[in-house]
């Protein structure tokens, strides 16, 4: 098992930027893959970044590309999402998940384990 406490979510102007942060249990995180996903009021949960456990390569969306960075250390247990140049698209709820298998995904399916979310509001 897996628990996932997200934090760092607040309310920013756009072209502020952010970090969130994911701090996972369990004596094995480093075998996990770490996803961030979010969900706006209305829509569907929509992918936005991946970091495998093996050699930490990143994965992203296309409409995150260039702005936000994925990264992780194994040592804390914590998976992190750093957020520049934020768009008032960014809004949404930021939701910390993790899957056993080492390879990352962009499918909310094929992830086992999520956080409870942290609000990311961006206002112009």
């Known amino acids: 098992q897996v628990q996932l406490v997200e934090s760092g979510g607040g309310l920013v102007q756009a072209g502020d930027s952010l970090r969130l942060s994911c701090a996972a249990s369990g004596r094995t995180f480093n075998k996990y893959v770490l996803g961030w996903f979010r969900q706006a009021p209305g829509k569907e949960r929509e992918f936005v970044a991946a970091i495998s456990g093996s050699d930490s390569s990143p994965l992203y969306a296309d409409s995150v590309k260039g702005r936000f960075t994925i990264s992780r250390t194994n040592a804390k247990n914590t998976v992190y999402l750093q957020m520049n140049s934020l768009e008032n698209s960014d809004t949404a709820v930021y939701l910390c998940?993790?899957?056993?298998?080492?390879?990352?995904?962009?499918?909310?399916?094929?992830?086992?384990?999520w956080g409870q979310g942290t609000q990311v509001t961006v206002s112009s």
């Open positions: 998940a993790a899957r056993e298998l080492p390879f990352t995904t962009s499918w909310a399916s094929r992830y086992s384990y």
